[in-house]
Structure formats: C-alpha cells, structure tokens
C-alpha cells in the first residue's frame, strides 16, 4: 500500500504542470496565531503543544516558499495562563497587532469560548482549537468560524453509555467531583443514561468530606446491595488527592461491607479519562492490592480515554517528523496540536489558489470552506508529512483529504471531529492494557 502511494507520488510530482499565474518565491509572511497556556499549571503540556507547531512551520517553510503565492508561514504567540479574561486580553492584542489569518488556541475551553464569542468570531477570524474540548463549544452562534481537532467532551460519554449498554449495564452507581470538567461530563452521563432507559440508582457529589461521609457510605452500600452489585461509574480527576480519598473511601465501604455481610457491593468501576494517570495505575497496581478488600484490582477498574491509531501510516508519519525535531510524539495533545497546525496551512493554501483562479472581484471565499474542503472527504489522502504533494494537487485544481496523526479530522456542521476511544486497565506488571473500542 505504502509502495503504491510512493509511486504515485513520483509520478505525480514529476509530471505535474503547475497552474500559471502563482508566483513561487515571495518574501511575503503569512501570520498564524497561537493562544497557549506557556505559564501556569499548563505549561509543560503546552510547550510541546508550540513545539509541534513549530515542526509544521519548518516544514512547510523548508524550501523558502512556504505557502505557495502567499509567503512564508509564522506563528505569533501570546500566553493567555488558562485565565478566560487575560484571554480575552492578549487574544485582542495578538490580532490587533498581527491581524494574523487565523488563531490556534486557546489551551482551556473556558478560555477558548469566550475568546470566540468576544474576540475572534466578532473580528471574523477563525478560531481553531487542539485541546479546548467542552461540549458547550459545539453550539456556540459562531459563523463557522469555531473549530477544534479534540472531540468534545460528549463524544467520550455517549461512548461510554453505548458501552455499558452493549454489556447490559443498565442499573449504575455515580460518583463525581465538582470541578466545571467533571461535572459537566457527571451531568451529561446522567441525562443521557436515564435517557436511554438506564437507572441512575444512587449519585453523589464528592469532595475531601463526602467521600469518607458515614452517611454517603450508608446509603451508598444499602442502594449497591438492594440492585445486587451495579456497577460504579466514577467521574473525577486522577491526581494524588483523590486517590488518597478514594482509598479511604474503599476502606470505609469494605468495613460497612464486613459489618453487614456483604461480600461484594459493585460488579465493576468505570472512570472517566482524567483518570488515566499514573496515580491511579499505581494506585490499581501497588495499593490497592495491599488493601484488605476482595476486589480484583486489575479486572475491575476500567478506564475510558481517547486514542489515536499509532499503527496508522498517518500515525508513523508525524511521529518520525516529531522524533527528528528531538520531540516526544506521544506527549498530551501534540498530534492535534500538529495536525491543527497543518489543516490550517492547508487551508490557507487551498483558499490562496481559489482566490488567483476567481474570476468575479466580488466573490468571496472563506478561509472556513477551504478548511472544510481539505480536511473533509472526498480528495486524495494527504498525510503529515505529504506537505508538498499536497500544494501541487492544489495546484493542479485537484482535492485533497487530511488524515491525520489523531485521526481522519472530518468536521461536522459544529466544527466538531469524532474521535476513537479505548478502555484501559492495569496489568499485573503495572502497565496499561489498551482496548480500542472504535468510534461512538
């Protein structure tokens, strides 16, 4: 398949006749934003957000030509700390200085809805998220100028409901923490489940006191036992903190259990992806097989997250372009954040052809079609590092489809892409086993 592809493009390259009129050395530069969390808590992720940024930047502008009749690509940054109004601050401040063609960013989704209600979409400039993933973003009166290259939150519940359902789980426990993330996912997962004839049994809101609450402990244990072992859907961040918490909630529950008789109170547990962490792999591996419970730790503690197919040829591409650079390619968000940097070149180039071929002085070509049309079916498959292949077949007047290293990125009418997800357990050697479960 691979050799196929190869030839094609020798052959493609060589016997290509460029389009007349577009000029193949300018020293103009066309300007991208970038709105990144590069202080605060989120900066590590973001670093190697920039630094796959920077990847697509060096190789598009490898020859000098950069985006063909428009100039070299640059990225003009600015930190918004995750803070919504510095956001919206410094996100004025970048377009009114660099009028830049689009923005990526920002890094939070609280950040990204208000910059694109109050800053970009008013300014008609098209914001494009790999990271910002609140299901609220989808419905925003955007003009279709709101994209993003992560899948909405939502996407990773009405997955996990579709799951539990195949299994026959109709009858839940829930649990979650009260931060905006978890509780939104927790209220989406209630409304949805009960929607679709499941049975919310018994929910509660945790925090330091409610999770070792005798009374949260008491009905919680009395609703398991009546069901006969529902399972336990736990909807929090996998930090420290509350694997310390939930520790002691086990041990709690474990002691009511002992108390009473009951020998199991929940068939399996099921967390969301913020807890796809080592604290928790440890927790699952190390403590809580000390722990005097007659629970199989491994087994029945499931995982839900988000994945990418690192097998795929999209895949291998991006991360041998990453690992040349010096740069982790399986760090948090750096293949969206690659791959959004590339749909935006894409499109950028895709719009600059369209523009010299149109014949009307009044026609109006927005830089939201050309994204569309270069990430969407139908076209020739472009991947990550088939930048060049790419402007020639536009050039050529040819369509192009992006696949890339997260996925094939084909928006819908919210911006939104669909992303695949994976159930995740620990191994008895400690390590995660990752299950792809396909897409909702």
């Known amino acids: ?37 590069q202080s605060g808590h989120l900066s590590k992720v973001s670093q190697i957000m920039a630094e796959a940024q920077q990847v697509v930047v060096d190789h598009i502008n490898k020859d000098g030509i ?11 940054s600015a930190d918004t700390m995750c803070h919504p109004e510095r956001s919206l601050a410094v996100a004025a401040l970048l377009i009114k200085k660099f009028s830049p063609e689009a923005v990526i960013g920002p890094t939070c989704s609280l950040a990204a809805e208000r910059v694109a209600k109050l800053v970009t979409v008013p300014k008609d400039v098209l914001l494009i998220s790999p990271s910002a993933s609140a299901p609220e973003i989808s419905f925003l009166n955007d003009k279709d100028l ?67 609450d005798q009374v949260l402990i008491d009905a919680f244990i009395d609703t398991a036992a009546i ?32 108390e009473i008789g009951e020998a199991k109170i929940f068939s399996h547990l099921y967390g969301t992806d913020s807890m796809f962490t080592d604290e928790i792999k440890n927790f699952i591996g190390t403590v809580a097989t000390a722990l005097v419970i007659p629970y199989n730790m491994h087994e029945e503690i499931t995982i839900m997250t988000q994945v990418t197919s690192q097998n795929s040829p999209e895949y291998e591409s991006y991360a041998f372009m990453m690992q040349l650079a010096g740069l982790n390619p399986y760090s948090p968000y750096a293949a969206t954040s690659f791959d959004t940097t590339m749909l935006v070149a894409l499109a950028l180039q895709h719009r600059s052809v369209l523009l010299d071929e149109k014949t009307a002085p009044e026609t109006e070509i927005s830089l939201s079609d050309s994204l569309r049309s270069v990430a969407n079916p139908p076209g020739y498959k472009i991947y990550p590092g088939d930048w060049d292949l790419a402007v ?49």
């Open 1 to 37: 398949m691979r050799n196929k592809r190869f030839n094609f493009m020798v052959l493609f390259l060589t016997n290509i006749i460029l389009i007349g009129g577009l000029s193949l050395a300018t020293l103009a530069e066309v300007t991208v934003g970038s709105l990144s969390a």
């Open 66 to 76: 950069g985006i063909v009749g428009e100039g070299l690509l640059e990225i003009q």
């Open 146 to 212: 709101v994209f993003r290259t992560v899948p909405s939150d939502a996407q990773q519940i009405h997955t996990l409901i579709k799951y539990l359902l195949s299994k026959e789980v109709r009858e839940v426990l829930v649990l979650y923490e009260t931060d905006p993330y978890n509780q939104t996912l927790s209220q989406i997962f209630l409304q949805e489940f009960t929607d679709q004839g499941g049975k919310v049994l018994y929910k509660q809101r945790l925090s330091a006191e409610t999770f070792i």
């Open 227 to 258: 069901a006969n072992q529902p399972a336990l859907v736990l909807i929090a961040h996998g930090n420290t903190e509350t694997v310390e918490l939930f520790q002691r909630f086990l041990l709690t529950v474990h002691a009511k259990q002992q």
């Open 392 to 440: 020639q077949m536009l050039l050529a007047g040819m369509d192009i489809d992006y696949e890339g290293a997260s996925g094939s990125l084909n928006f819908d009418q919210h911006g939104d892409v669909t992303g695949m997800y994976a159930l995740n357990q620990v191994s008895p050697n400690n390590t995660w086993i990752v299950n792809p479960i396909g897409n909702p």
